[in-house]
């Protein structure tokens, strides 16, 4: 079963001919997946409670290595863990922390897969 397009702005996609745009492949459902769990806070959703990944935690912590450490953990947590879905557990998940600011961290997940091109998507956190 195909899912709904949906853009990094969060509304739902319009294909060429003006219909509902589709997922096409399993890369373009899998930057869906890991977007939908980054960008989400558990309890959004009301029927997935576990959903989500809590990255505001990170509000009012130092920008070091140790506060990057922690944005990467619970990033794995809403990817891997069997409780929030876990898709892509036993996936080859790679995370990167990057200092952008005084008050900003990037993470760069890297999803590789052997069926399918690696898979990179970045977000910024404030802290």
Not at 57 to 67: A, E
Not at 94 to 106: E, L, M
Request: glycine share 8%; charged share 30%; with cysteine.
């Amino acid at each position: 079963m195909k899912d709904f397009y949906f853009g990094y702005d969060g509304d739902i996609k319009i294909s060429g001919d003006k219909d509902i745009a589709m997922v096409q492949n399993r890369a373009q459902k899998d930057t869906q997946q890991i977007f939908i769990r980054l960008m989400t806070e558990p309890n959004d959703f009301t029927i997935y409670p576990r959903l989500g990944c809590d990255l505001s935690m990170l509000k009012g912590m130092p920008q070091s290595k140790t506060t990057g450490e922690i944005g990467k953990r619970i990033i794995r947590e809403a990817l891997e863990n069997e409780t929030k879905g876990g898709i892509f557990k036993g996936r080859s998940i790679s995370i990167d922390a990057v200092p952008v600011s005084a008050t900003a961290i990037r993470f760069d997940v890297h999803i590789e897969d052997n069926s399918i091109e690696p898979i990179t998507l970045s977000i910024t956190q404030e802290i």
